[in-house]
């Protein structure tokens, strides 16, 4: 079963209950925790830094108003959803507790709406991003549900890693 799949359902059943009905944002959404697993941007966090800053000189250094620098506002958009969502202990605990977690969201927003401004009617995926970035709260909520459904609460003790490592062996 594809690892996107197991995060698709219970994001999806929180985007419902929290009134979102949009199948395409879901499926942004369950890809997330999947695609970001690997990506080697995610170590900017994990080393301590708290991103935004970075992210937000990655996009301002890309050409104004390109295509380019949509794609790039989508991703670290996507980034600081997916750090918030799945991981706001470590965005917490680095930086200024839960401010920074309502930082991120806020954060995605605006890259999600400057992605949409820059494409403008000329690109198919501009209204996309522009329904993301109106529901950045609820993707973000979503991805924390889902998280605790599929991960746990506490994912970095050793007791919750023996715990599903013990479970996928059932």
Same mark, same amino acid.
């Given at each position: 079963?594809?690892?996107?799949? !197991?995060?698709?359902?219970?994001?999806? /059943?929180?985007?419902?209950?929290?009134?979102?009905?949009?199948?395409?944002?879901?499926?942004?959404?369950?890809?997330?925790?999947?695609?970001?697993?690997?990506?080697?941007?995610?170590?900017?966090?994990?080393?301590?830094?708290?991103? !935004?800053?970075?992210?937000?000189?990655?996009?301002?250094?890309?050409?104004?108003?390109?295509?380019?620098? /949509?794609?790039?506002?989508?991703?670290?958009?996507?980034?600081? !959803?997916?750090?918030?969502?799945?991981?706001?202990?470590?965005?917490?605990?680095?930086?200024?507790?839960?401010?920074?977690?309502?930082?991120?969201?806020?954060?995605?927003?605006?890259?999600?709406?400057?992605?949409?401004?820059? !494409?403008?009617?000329?690109?198919?995926?501009?209204?996309?991003?522009?329904?993301?970035?109106?529901?950045?709260?609820?993707?973000?909520?979503?991805?924390?549900?889902? =998280? $605790?459904?599929?991960?746990?609460?506490?994912?970095?003790?050793?007791?919750? $890693?023996?715990? =599903?490592?013990? /479970?996928?062996?059932?």
């Amino acid at each position: 079963m594809p690892l996107t799949l !197991l995060w698709y359902v219970p994001v999806r /059943a929180a985007l419902r209950a929290r009134g979102v009905a949009d199948v395409e944002l879901a499926d942004y959404a369950a890809t997330l925790p999947v695609v970001f697993a690997t990506w080697r941007a995610v170590r900017t966090v994990a080393r301590g830094e708290t991103g !935004l800053d970075v992210w937000s000189r990655y996009v301002a250094s890309l050409p104004d108003g390109t295509v380019a620098q /949509a794609e790039g506002a989508a991703d670290v958009a996507a980034l600081a !959803l997916w750090w918030a969502g799945i991981f706001p202990e470590r965005v917490t605990r680095r930086a200024a507790g839960a401010g920074m977690l309502r930082a991120y969201v806020a954060f995605a927003a605006h890259a999600l709406a400057l992605a949409a401004r820059i !494409l403008g009617a000329s690109g198919p995926i501009s209204p996309f991003w522009a329904r993301a970035a109106d529901q950045a709260e609820a993707l973000h909520a979503a991805l924390a549900e889902a =998280r $605790r459904d599929y991960l746990g609460r506490d994912v970095h003790s050793s007791e919750s $890693r023996l715990e =599903r490592f013990l /479970a996928r062996l059932n």
